[in-house]
């Protein structure tokens, strides 16, 4: 980053205030090549019951008469169904050199049970290796690019809404300089924001005091990552377009938002009906312990309001509210690459190259930047 270094500090860049993007390019890996990790997790589910049914069969049809008994289970890891496959062979003196094949031949019952034990296993070793490389946070991945990921690109030229493998580039823009580039496998921007500050923070030694970016961003988990580290909460929330545009929306009287509050601090609701507390839960799979208090209406009977209110609601209407959570874009430097220079397809697989592949286009990018300026002031001078 000494090109960066050496720019920021001759133009005088402000690393206070950055402007964050990011966008989905696709991946160089054939499009056809996807692997589903939902796919693999039902596939491998049908695979442990076909085990438990073969095995049913060794026991009652070959084992049960040597007084052996093999243990069935809900789910097989791929030991355990090779210690099978070995105890199966003890057990019936198998010599895997007399096994036939072909036409004219005729297999035995213990070849047969035990050729097929062995391609469950092999099915099963399969499926847990593509499960492993998809990880916790991703469904797919290209056979041809492990780090890339299926996603929807706003670029369909095949015009038929087909997933391609892609991934997500994300930069940090500072006076309109790439101060900052990461590339992740996730669809999501809201996953690519920590790792991106966190970046920028090894290399400049702090985090921006002002990071701003589109509602894309926007999490209870990033919102709380600004605070701890010193940072604005500069990011628009989901619905803020709506809430800023929608005057019907914002004026809505059936959003709990709107409701009333009588002297004890109750909800009340347009048929001034009373919300009561029930409990404070915890949100599922947030690492900050985000919790949310949930209320409901003391009665929903009789109640002419029910149709516009709550039409999907069987009983009484019930509510989750947090009281925590009651620019310059950076696109303009995407829109440069991608339609003026053309750059709309990778051209290095794997997440470490494609990194390294944005970085030497930012470098080429802020050089390009940095000279148009200082040509327009010899001209202006």
């Not at 391609?119 to 499960?131: D, F, G, N, S, V």
Request: charged share 30%; proline share 2%; with cysteine.
């Amino acid at each position: 980053m000494d090109i960066n270094a050496y720019i920021f500090a001759k133009d005088q860049v402000d690393l206070e205030h950055t402007y964050i993007d990011g966008t989905k390019i696709e991946a160089n890996a054939n499009r056809y090549t996807w692997v589903w990790k939902n796919s693999c997790t039902r596939n491998r589910q049908k695979v442990f019951e076909k085990i438990s049914l073969l095995v049913d069969a060794m026991n009652q049809e070959v084992l049960g008469y040597l007084g052996i008994k093999l243990e069935k289970r809900e789910e097989y890891a791929i030991d355990y169904v090779s210690e099978l496959l070995e105890m199966y062979k003890e057990g019936t003196r198998l010599d895997e050199s007399s096994f036939v094949s072909g036409c004219g031949h005729r297999k035995s019952l213990q070849q047969k049970q035990y050729q097929e034990l062995e391609e469950y296993l092999e099915r099963l070793k399969t499926y847990a290796h593509h499960i492993e490389i998809c990880g916790e946070k991703r469904n797919s991945y290209s056979k041809t690019d492990y780090d890339a990921t299926f996603m929807c690109l706003k670029r369909d030229y095949m015009g038929n809404d087909q997933l391609l493998p892609a991934y997500n580039l994300q930069i940090a823009v500072c006076d309109e300089y790439i101060a900052a580039v990461d590339v992740k496998p996730y669809a999501s921007d809201m996953e690519c924001f920590v790792p991106l500050m966190e970046k920028f923070n090894h290399i400049y030694g702090h985090y921006p005091k002002y990071p701003v970016a589109d509602a894309g961003y926007d999490s209870y988990n990033n919102y709380l990552y600004c605070e701890e580290h010193g940072m604005e909460k500069y990011m628009k929330f989901t619905m803020y377009k709506k809430e800023t545009t929608d005057k019907k929306y914002c004026d809505n009287p059936y959003r709990a938002i709107n409701f009333t509050r009588d002297d004890a601090g109750n909800l009340i609701c347009p048929n001034g009906r009373k919300f009561v507390f029930k409990q404070t839960q915890s949100v599922r799979h947030n690492k900050y312990g985000r919790t949310e208090e949930v209320y409901e209406c003391e009665s929903c009977e009789g109640c002419p309001y029910k149709n516009e209110c709550c039409p999907k609601s069987r009983g009484n209407r019930t509510i989750r509210m947090n009281q925590e959570l009651t620019s310059i874009q950076a696109e303009g430097a995407f829109g440069i690459l991608k339609w003026d220079r053309s750059y709309k397809r990778l051209f290095r697989r794997g997440e470490k190259n494609v990194i390294l592949e944005l970085t030497l286009i930012s470098c080429g990018f802020n050089l390009c930047k940095y000279h148009n300026k200082k040509q327009r002031q010899a001209i202006a001078a």
